[in-house]
């Protein structure tokens, strides 16, 4: 049986000065084996990108450094791969959460979309989270709360899904 920690970390696909960083929680067993984000099979990521708006072609996973052409990125909150988010413990987060933090300070993306209410409500400590742009900023960038495009995530169908995602990429677009 293959332990998870013996993955290596999902490298980011990051550069300063992005318009958006899509921050998922983790990064999931495959993408983590690949390298490359949002792998799984059932992981509707880039479909709902695409969809969106957010590219003119659906892109491969194989292919997700080139999300950076658009102006968005890609990074994960804790390093550490999973076959769940759930299998990450609060205290885990919030560790993680300092130094995510500082790296989108560093980075100084426009926008900061967090792909499920997990990771920011344990780095802020909020309990309550609200889906879409959030009332305060997280490391400098305006941050948003989306829908987990995750194949588990059963509560949001394709259709609710792109909604979320459009409705972001129509308010940045309209943004100074």
């Known amino acids: 049986?293959?332990?998870?920690?013996?993955?290596?970390?999902?490298?980011?696909?990051?550069?300063?000065?992005?318009?958006?960083?899509?921050?998922?929680?983790?990064?999931?067993?495959?993408?983590a084996s690949t390298g490359h984000h949002f792998e799984g099979r059932s992981n509707r990521f880039w479909r709902v990108v695409h969809l969106a708006g957010f590219t003119p072609e659906q892109i491969r996973p194989e292919d997700d450094r080139t999300?950076?052409?658009?102006?968005?990125?890609?990074?994960?909150?804790?390093?550490?791969?999973?076959?769940?988010?759930?299998?990450?413990?609060?205290?885990?987060?919030?560790?993680?959460?300092?130094g995510f933090r500082q790296k989108i300070e560093q980075y100084a993306p426009r926008h900061i979309a967090f792909l499920g209410k997990m990771a920011l409500a344990a780095i802020t400590a909020t309990r309550h989270i609200e889906w879409g742009l959030q009332m305060e900023s997280f490391?400098?960038?305006?941050a948003?709360?989306?829908?987990?495009?995750?194949g588990l995530n059963r509560g949001f169908d394709l259709d609710a899904l792109v909604s979320a995602y459009r409705e972001v990429r129509v308010t940045i677009a309209s943004m100074p």
Do not use: K, Q
């Not at 998870?4 to 921050?23: H, T």
């Not at 490391?139 to 305006?142: E, I, N, P, T, V």
């Open 144 to 150: 948003w709360v989306l829908p987990n495009p995750s």
């Open 67 to 98: 999300l950076l052409e658009y102006g968005y990125g890609l990074t994960t909150v804790v390093p550490r791969a999973t076959a769940r988010a759930a299998e990450l413990s609060r205290s885990e987060l919030e560790l993680a959460g300092a």
């Open 1 to 31: 049986m293959t332990h998870v920690e013996s993955f290596p970390s999902l490298p980011d696909v990051i550069e300063p000065g992005l318009s958006l960083i899509f921050c998922g929680i983790n990064p999931g067993v495959r993408a």
């Open 139 to 142: 490391g400098g960038a305006r």
